[in-house]
C-alpha cells in the first residue's frame, strides 16, 4: 500500500488506500571504491507518440561537466540511490529526482541528468523568472497574439481584451495549465521585446539557477525544436519556486473565479486546480502537472512532513499502472522513509555554477541573490574579503598622506 495516498470511492464518501504496482523492483547496487554511479538497474525508457502534430525537440548532444553538477554519483544514465536504502517504488518515468527542499540533499533518482521535454512544467522556470518582476495587483489587457497557442491545448479560457489582474493569470497557469496565461505573463515580463524577452529571460534564470540543461523554446512548455530540461534541473527551478511565498499560496489553491468581463459581455467562472496531490496526499505543498505527446506525462511535486519537505520531479512517465502525481506521490513517500542527511548529491546553489575562479589573495566575491531566494551575505569568507578591503585602503591613505588625491571608487562584481 502507498502510505499517504487515498482515492475518492465512488458514491462512498469515503477514502481508500492505493496499491503499489505489484512489481518489485531489484535493490540497485552500491557505487564502487571510485565513485562512479551504478548503471545495473536502468531507468525505463520513454515511450514515443504514434500520432503527433508537433515538432520533435531535438536536445543538444550532452556536456560531460553539466552531468556532474550536484555530484559525479549524479551523471549516470540509470538508478541512483544511497547504498543500505530499501529499493524505490517502481514507476514508468524515464528519469526522477527526490530532493530536500531545504538543505539541497538530493536522495536519489534515475537519470538524473539526462536531457528530457519538460512539457508543462516548464512554467515553474517561467514563475521562476517573473515573479518577482510583475505585479500581482497590477490590472492588465489579454491580446489576441496572447492566444496564440496550440489548437486544443490547454488554456484558462482569457477573452482577447479582457482586463484581468496579474495573480489571476498567475492562478490560471498554475491551477489550469493555461498556455495563453502563460504567453501573457512572458509579454509582460518580456520588457520591449514581449514573448522573445521573456523566453530569453528563463533561459538567464535558469543558468543562474545552475539549471544548465535546461532551454526554454516556448512559455508554455508546448513541443518546440531544441526545448529541454532535466530532472535535476527541474528540482532546482522548482527550489526557487516554493522559496516564493506567493508560489508556495497560488500552487495550494484549490480553486479560483475568473472574473466576468462585463465589456465583452463575457461571464465569470470557476477553474480548480488540476493537481491532485493538493486533495489526496497529506502535507501536499503543491507542484505542477504537463503532458504533450513527445514529454509524455511530467510532474513535480512537494510535501511536508515531520518538519521535513521534499521535493519530486519526473519526466516521461506513463499514466499506467499509476498516474503522474501518484508516481510521485509514491516516491515522496520513499524519500520521507529514508533517514535524514541521507545524499548522493545536492542541489546547487543560485550562481554557484557560474562562480569564476578566485585570484591568488582576493576573497570572495558574492553574486546577488534573486528575489526572494537565499541571501549570500553571510557566505564563509565575506568578513575575510572586507577586512583586506579595510587594511588596503589603510596602508594606500598612509603612503598618500599629505597629498591631496582624487581616487576613483572601485567595485565588486
Not at 34 to 59: D, F, L, Q, Y
Not at 281 to 296: H, I, N, S, V
Not at 347 to 355: I, K, N
Not at 364 to 377: E, L, V
Request: aromatic share 4%; with cysteine.
Amino acid at each position: 500500500m502507498t502510505p499517504g495516498v487515498a482515492a475518492n470511492t465512488a458514491g462512498s464518501g469515503r477514502s481508500v488506500p492505493l496499491a503499489r504496482p505489484a512489481a518489485a523492483v531489484t535493490p540497485p547496487p552500491a557505487p564502487d571504491s571510485a565513485g562512479s554511479a551504478p548503471t545495473a538497474v536502468p531507468c525505463p525508457k520513454a515511450v514515443a507518440p504514434k500520432v503527433t502534430r508537433s515538432p520533435k525537440p531535438t536536445p543538444p548532444p550532452p556536456v560531460p561537466e553539466h552531468r556532474v553538477v550536484g555530484g559525479d554519483a549524479l551523471a549516470t544514465p540509470g538508478l541512483i540511490v544511497p547504498p543500505g536504502v530499501p529499493a524505490p517504488p517502481k514507476v514508468t518515468a524515464s528519469s526522477w529526482l527526490v530532493a530536500d527542499l531545504d538543505s539541497g540533499e538530493v536522495l536519489g533518482g534515475c537519470g538524473p541528468h539526462e536531457y528530457a521535454t519538460p512539457a508543462s512544467v516548464q512554467k515553474l522556470l517561467l514563475a521562476a523568472t517573473m515573479l518577482p518582476r510583475l505585479d500581482p495587483a497590477e490590472v492588465v489587457t489579454i491580446t489576441k497574439e496572447d492566444l496564440d497557442i496550440a489548437p486544443g491545448s490547454s488554456a484558462v479560457g482569457l477573452l482577447p481584451g479582457g482586463r484581468y489582474r496579474v495573480e489571476t493569470l498567475w492562478l490560471g497557469l498554475l491551477l489550469q495549465s493555461g498556455n495563453e496565461a502563460a504567453n501573457a505573463l512572458a509579454r509582460l515580463g518580456g520588457g520591449a521585446d514581449g514573448v522573445a524577452g521573456g523566453v530569453r529571460a528563463m533561459n538567464e534564470q535558469a543558468r543562474l539557477l545552475g539549471a544548465r540543461q535546461t532551454h526554454a523554446v516556448t512559455p508554455s512548455g508546448l513541443d518546440a525544436p531544441g526545448q529541454f530540461t532535466s530532472a535535476y534541473d527541474l528540482a532546482l527551478i522548482a527550489r526557487a519556486c516554493f522559496a516564493d511565498p506567493a508560489f508556495r499560496r497560488y500552487v495550494l489553491t484549490e480553486r479560483t473565479r475568473i472574473p466576468a468581463q462585463k465589456a465583452l459581455r463575457g461571464k465569470g467562472f470557476e477553474i480548480q486546480n488540476e493537481n491532485q496531490l493538493v486533495y489526496r496526499y497529506p502535507g501536499a505543498l503543491g507542484g505542477k502537472t504537463g503532458f504533450t505527446d513527445y514529454a509524455r506525462h511530467t510532474y513535480v511535486g512537494a510535501a511536508e512532513r515531520d518538519g521535513r519537505r521534499l521535493v519530486v520531479t519526473l519526466l516521461g512517465a506513463e499514466p499506467r499502472p499509476l498516474r503522474g502525481w501518484e508516481q510521485g506521490a509514491a516516491l515522496l513517500d520513499w524519500g520521507f522513509s529514508l533517514p535524514r542527511q541521507t545524499s548522493v548529491g545536492r542541489l546547487v546553489e543560485p550562481g554557484e555554477s557560474d562562480a569564476e575562479p578566485t585570484p591568488a589573495g582576493a576573497g570572495p566575491i558574492a553574486a546577488a541573490p534573486p528575489a526572494g531566494g537565499p541571501s549570500n551575505t553571510d557566505r564563509p569568507g565575506a568578513g575575510m574579503f572586507v577586512a583586506l578591503a579595510v587594511g588596503a585602503v589603510a596602508i594606500a591613505v598612509a603612503i598618500l598622506a599629505g597629498r591631496r588625491s582624487r581616487v576613483a571608487p572601485t567595485s565588486a562584481e
